[in-house]
């Protein structure tokens, strides 16, 4: 019975890539200015293949799907899964379901038995998308799955994605995207590459930099809200170093401080002549999380000096705590105040009862599209929903990450 469902299935995803070949075909050329380069390397390649994208933005499945003629199973975070509709859709369309921050023997099982129809895998090995435009670490497993399946391996590199919808965005601004393909492991050499051999492969062609890329390109960004909502990724003022005081507005960025820049028509960050300036937006994020971790390991330390060993070192206000399985719809539970303490996260108005969640107790910690700050506790999946688009959710991933370094440092985890 097993065997006749696969085949059915295969039958529908078959049908669904044909399907999909024309919407997408206008997305592609009409509204994202695609452009691919190299498709010898995918009409050569005999036999199912593992695909291994840089990741830049949520339609980076769609760009790459239109090019391969067999269908790519792409393997998506299980958030992407929580809408009923959209849920049926990517199903319909063989996506494989996943844990971000944890790995998963129900997903590589998927992924073998979606291989096994002869149809192609594609997984992104930096794991989420980027927030500045740099290809990100690979995931260190990513190797290991490559030698475990023992197939071709496509990497396609993609170029001015994240500058045509930043992971920050809600809107596309159309500016041009190159897709630079290359089989990187052949089906004659699979089998005797030793593990190192093919993490220094991975690792050497899956970089990335779209503001580098830009420099030559000089591709303008179409739109007069090049800024809005930058705040989600950039949560820290340079100036004054407050956290969430910055607000965006049409292409500019400014903290209630007086700080502001502009972000220009090539995408490019125009800052104050009097300063502070950094060299690229990688910069000021590196600058602000290692800013924002300096700053709760001060908070701490002074808070002891005072007699408080308990500091709130991070709060949002009329936060809404919601709560799932694996893919299935996200329902609110409860809302209130979100407090970061070194021990707890808490949620709900002070002097009233309150959610709590032991830090030690929590794992697969990760934003979720732009500003979804999400985590497991007790084999569920919570996500704390912003009161407005403007708050990031992303320096809670900063905080809680940074605070684990701490404690771990001081042998207090």
């Known amino acids: 019975m097993r065997i006749v469902l696969d085949i059915f299935h295969a039958i529908?995803?078959?049908?669904?890539?044909?399907?999909?070949?024309?919407?997408?075909?206008?997305?592609?050329?009409?509204?994202?200015?695609?452009?691919?380069?190299?498709?010898?390397?995918?009409?050569?390649?005999?036999?199912?293949?593992?695909v291994l994208p840089n990741h830049t933005n949520q339609w980076d499945p769609f760009i790459l799907s239109?090019?391969?003629?067999?269908?790519?199973?792409?393997?998506?975070?299980?958030g992407a899964f929580r809408d009923s509709m959209l849920k049926a859709f990517m199903l319909l369309g063989g996506a494989i379901p996943k844990i971000k921050e944890q790995s998963d023997l129900i997903t590589l099982n998927a992924i073998k038995r979606s291989i096994s129809m002869g149809h192609c895998a594609g997984i992104?090995?930096?794991?989420?998308?980027?927030?500045?435009?740099?290809?990100?670490?690979?995931?260190?497993?990513?190797?290991k799955l490559v030698r475990h399946l023992k197939i071709p391996v496509i990497i396609p590199i993609i170029k001015g994605g994240y500058l045509t919808k930043p992971r920050w965005?809600?809107?596309?601004?159309?500016?041009?995207?190159?897709?630079?393909?290359?089989?990187?492991?052949?089906?004659?050499?699979?089998?005797?590459?030793?593990?190192?051999?093919?993490?220094?492969r991975l690792r050497e062609?899956?970089?990335?930099?779209?503001?580098?890329?830009?420099?030559?390109?000089?591709?303008?960004?179409?739109?007069e809200k090049r800024a809005e909502h930058l705040e989600l990724a950039f949560f820290a003022c340079p100036s004054c170093e407050g956290i969430g005081t910055l607000h965006s507005k049409g292409n500019s960025l400014a903290c209630a401080c007086g700080y502001s820049i502009y972000v220009d028509r090539y995408g490019f960050f125009q800052?104050?002549?009097?300063?502070?300036?950094?060299?690229?937006?990688?910069?000021?994020?590196?600058?602000?999380?290692?800013?924002?971790?300096?700053?709760i390991k001060d908070e701490?330390?002074?808070?002891?000096?005072?007699?408080?060993?308990?500091?709130?070192?991070?709060?949002?206000?009329?936060?809404?705590?919601?709560?799932?399985?694996?893919?299935?719809?996200?329902?609110?539970?409860?809302?209130?105040?979100?407090?970061?303490?070194?021990?707890?996260?808490?949620?709900?108005?002070?002097g009233c009862s309150a959610m709590v969640f032991p830090l030690k107790d929590i794992s697969a910690v990760n934003t979720f599209k732009q500003q979804k700050f999400e985590f497991r506790f007790e084999k569920n999946q919570h996500r704390l929903a912003m009161p407005s688009r403007h708050?990031?959710?992303?320096?809670?991933?900063?905080?809680?990450?940074?605070?684990?370094?701490?404690?771990v440092e001081r042998g207090l985890w």
């Open 124 to 143: 992104f090995p930096e794991g989420e998308q980027t927030w500045d435009g740099r290809s990100l670490p690979l995931i260190p497993a990513t190797a």
């Open 169 to 200: 965005a809600w809107g596309i601004r159309r500016c041009r995207i190159e897709v630079h393909l290359k089989r990187v492991i052949n089906s004659s050499e699979i089998k005797s590459l030793k593990l190192s051999e093919i993490e220094r």
């Open 391 to 407: 708050v990031s959710g992303y320096k809670w991933e900063v905080a809680y990450k940074g605070l684990r370094r701490l404690l």
């Open 271 to 295: 800052y104050p002549p009097e300063g502070p300036d950094f060299a690229s937006p990688a910069d000021w994020k590196n600058w602000q999380n290692a800013m924002l971790s300096e700053k």
């Open 300 to 350: 701490i330390d002074q808070a002891e000096l005072n007699g408080n060993s308990d500091p709130v070192l991070l709060r949002d206000a009329n936060i809404t705590l919601m709560k799932a399985k694996r893919a299935m719809p996200m329902r609110p539970i409860y809302r209130g105040e979100a407090r970061l303490y070194k021990n707890r996260l808490e949620i709900g108005n002070e």
């Open 12 to 50: 529908i995803i078959w049908m669904m890539n044909i399907v999909a070949k024309l919407p997408l075909a206008i997305l592609m050329f009409i509204r994202l200015n695609v452009r691919y380069k190299n498709l010898r390397d995918i009409y050569t390649t005999r036999g199912p293949y593992l």
């Open 66 to 78: 239109f090019i391969f003629p067999r269908p790519v199973h792409w393997v998506a975070s299980d």
């Open 205 to 223: 062609t899956i970089v990335q930099d779209d503001y580098a890329w830009q420099n030559s390109a000089k591709v303008p960004i179409a739109g």
